[in-house]
């Protein structure tokens, strides 16, 4: 990859509001999917989906989930190849995003419009069908968006700045998405909307318009001004595979796929602790993730500061740690001895030092091992790197979702449900698979960080300062050949 012109501030800050466009709806989507068509402890929302189940535990709200996600695994990759090996005259990436904003727009109104406000299978469909055009259309902005995240950094520090900026980004996205149900209680108490539905529906509506305008702001950039890629010139079968040898690339998508489920199943039950586990109600779910990211934008600056000047790996693994131990304390909220409030709120700020650590130093890294992949192999296929990478968090997120939803579907009479309620004979059994995520959280957090150690820090680092070095070579001999011809 070249450059001609290397980007701005202002061009930086531009490229990281996507960001938070994205963050925003997606978020939203994952955050309260399926409290809205599930709801719990609710008697003004209606259950959506019927309470069907396969096996015994794996019901109807899951295999939606999963159908979508299935289908990501075969079009995101194609995405990405389309996109690496792209000729269009307004650059590999940004006419993709383009291209993706209006289908965006469509599905992401349409999956808050069940067919019916009562139980059906109608629903499943529908959810279903709506959900896969939707995850299709959120992948055709979200890979090439990343893979601009190499192309634009033209040196490590700028990566990490970058990277910083979209971690603050992707913070507010969260804070706006986990709005909606501060929303709802506006809607319903200053507005007077008697119909919980119907405000929830436009309290949901709202904040996803709020996301797709800050999607739109990144497509005004000229990706041609500031790159001359190299577009891939082999197929898409060795593409994969020429990414997928390689061991250091390997190590960091598992850990952070295990990373993934981990944090899908506590980002999921987070309304349910606050209502089921702590008695409060949904404007504290709010506050608890304004609180946790409001903290990580605090904790932003002094990371980067960090990076800069330590291993990142060893701050990874140190985050992965810590955010294992404050998902075991999921098992144990509301008998700390203290206000549920307070509980709520103390954990939210604890939650933040990690939250902000890894939020911005996983996508430094893979933006490093694509740049080292680039300067062996003098192709650009940034965008396959992060397809890969997404495929991984997907079936993460979706694992984690499986879990959650098998975890709080549990049947207390049959099965494993009975077993679990003879073993955990104290806890009440409709708290118990809301308490037992918790402990799946703490183990997988802990597994990815275990993984996560193997990786070689230092072989990355040689590769990345010898493509510096180079770069810094060519561009002074040609300072120096300009000198001598004035």
């Known amino acids: ?15 990281a509001s ?6 925003v709806v997606v978020n939203l989507l994952a955050g309260i999917i399926i409290y809205f068509y599930q709801p719990v402890g609710d008697d003004q929302l209606n259950n959506l989906i019927p309470k069907i189940t396969i096996l015994g535990f794996i019901n109807a709200l899951t295999l939606v989930v999963l159908s979508a996600r299935l289908i990501d695994a075969i079009i995101d990759p194609v995405i990405a190849h389309l996109s690496d090996k792209s000729g269009n005259k307004l650059g590999r990436r940004i006419p993709f995003m383009i291209f993706a904003l209006l289908p965006v727009l469509i599905t992401g109104f349409l999956l808050w419009m069940p067919l019916t406000r009562t139980e059906s299978m109608g629903n499943i469909w529908w959810l279903a069908g709506i959900q896969i055009l939707f995850n299709v259309s959120i992948s055709f902005y979200v890979i090439p968006y990343n893979a601009l995240l190499p192309e634009f950094g033209y040196n490590s520090e ?5 990277s910083t900026f979209q971690s603050i980004a992707y913070t507010i996205g969260l804070v706006i998405a986990s709005a909606s149900n501060a929303l709802l209680n506006f809607n319903q108490d200053v507005l007077h909307m008697e119909d919980k539905f119907r405000a929830y529906q436009l309290a949901i509506w709202t904040i996803f318009v709020i996301g797709w305008i800050f999607l739109l702001i990144p497509v005004f950039l000229k990706e041609k001004k500031y790159i001359v890629p190299n577009p891939v010139t082999t197929g898409i079968k060795d593409n994969f595979k020429t990414v997928l040898k390689n061991k250091n690339v390997l190590l960091y998508l598992i850990a952070d796929f295990t990373y993934f489920i981990s944090l899908t199943i506590i980002g999921t039950g987070a309304l349910y602790y606050v209502k089921a586990l702590l008695g409060l109600e949904e404007k504290h779910g709010t506050g608890m993730v304004a609180t946790t990211v409001g903290l990580a934008m605090i904790w932003s600056p002094i990371v980067y500061f960090l990076a800069k000047r330590y291993s990142k790996k060893v701050m990874i693994l140190s985050s992965l740690f810590m955010l294992s131990l404050v998902f075991s304390s999921v098992r144990y909220l509301g008998n700390f001895g203290l206000e549920n409030v307070y509980e709520a709120y103390l954990l939210a700020a604890v939650l933040s030092v990690p939250f902000a650590v890894l939020g911005i130093l996983p996508p430094v890294i893979l933006a490093e091992l694509t740049q080292a992949d680039a300067y062996e192999t003098k192709e650009n296929r940034e965008a396959t790197f992060f397809a890969i990478r997404s495929l991984f968090i997907q079936f993460g997120q979706t694992m984690g979702i499986v879990i959650f939803t098998i975890l709080i579907g549990l049947d207390q009479s049959k099965g494993l449900g009975n077993y679990l309620a ?40 040689a590769s990345i300062d010898a493509m510096e070095a180079e770069l810094a070579e060519k561009s002074q001999a040609t300072t120096q050949d300009s000198g001598k011809e004035n």
């Open 422 to 461: 003879g073993v955990f004979s104290k806890v009440p059994f409709e708290e118990l698979g809301i308490r037992l995520s918790g402990i799946f959280g703490f183990i997988l957090c802990f597994i990815a960080a275990i993984i996560f150690s193997f990786f070689n820090e230092k072989k990355l680092k």
């Open 18 to 23: 996507g960001t938070l466009g994205w963050s």
């Open 158 to 162: 700028v990566k990490l700045r970058i």
């Open 1 to 15: 990859m070249k450059q001609t012109e290397k980007l701005p501030l202002r061009g930086q800050l531009i490229y």
